[in-house]
């Protein structure tokens, strides 16, 4: 893939947005093999975690390709949006686990392609902003759902129609990053985060957690609630809760 690069390691894989000269812009051809990226590593079944980075010390992903955007009719920029919705919904709904190391500018779509993440990672030196209403337009690839359900409707509001970036200290402060580290540290501490995430963990269980989580934002509290009595319960159909607790009785770590 020409402009996705893959690195896989064990459980988990590095996958870079490679467009340095573009700031790793999302235009069509980059979208559509993202999907294919998360696709691809998805079902391969030896990745447990996906690592998002941009290429260069610039930027994580500058935003969509606005040189391809200028000329489009409704039709296309619709069908732009779509792509972008799917791209992000792949890696959002994945069974991988998606940590986002932001190395620098994550600016429109590259804000929502971090939104779009489970986890999210900065450098000191991130910057992060929808700043689509300066060009007209709106965020097209999930930010206006995405932000507001991380940071709140208020705050969400505000930076969307101000078209604001923000530093790292201010993501970390609205709950948009989960961790600030020196640009040099960055990729160590997510790849450190990657290994956590699968030492000794249940895989069934992390997914099951994921899928309760996301799915329960978009229901009424006791919804939720029922939701994750039903995958707990489910869980003891496999073989993991069993191999876990047993390992706690023994005073050893569990080998899933």
């Known amino acids: 893939m020409a402009e996705i690069q893959i690195t896989k390691k064990e459980g988990y894989a590095l996958l870079t947005i490679d467009r340095p000269k573009a700031l790793n812009a999302l235009n069509k051809d980059v979208l559509t093999e993202l999907k294919a990226a998360i696709s691809e590593l998805n079902s391969a079944g030896d990745i447990r975690v996906v690592i998002v980075t941009g290429s260069g010390e610039k930027a994580f992903v500058a935003g969509a390709d606005i040189a391809s955007m200028k000329d489009m009719t409704a039709d296309e920029a619709t069908a732009f949006a779509e792509l972008g919705h799917s791209a992000m919904n792949r890696l959002s709904d994945s069974g991988m686990v998606s940590i986002a190391a932001i190395n620098g500018f994550a600016l429109g779509g590259g804000m929502e392609l971090a939104l779009a993440c489970d986890i999210r990672l900065l450098s000191e030196n991130a910057k992060m902003g929808l700043p689509e209403v300066t060009l007209g337009l709106i965020p097209g690839f999930g930010g206006t759902q995405r932000l507001a359900r991380i940071v709140g409707q208020g705050v969400a509001t505000e930076l969307i129609l101000t078209g604001d970036m923000i530093d790292a200290s201010r993501a970390r402060e609205l709950g948009l990053a989960n961790h600030v ?66 390992a706690f009785l023994e005073k050893r770590k569990a080998d899933f």
């Open 181 to 246: 580290y020196a640009p040099g540290d960055l990729l160590n501490e997510a790849e450190a985060l990657a290994q956590k995430i699968i030492a000794n963990k249940s895989r069934p269980a992390q997914r099951a957690a994921k899928a309760v989580i996301q799915q329960g934002l978009d229901l009424a509290l006791i919804a939720g609630l029922q939701k994750e009595i039903i995958e707990f319960g489910e869980l003891f159909d496999g073989p993991d809760p069993k191999t876990g607790m047993t």
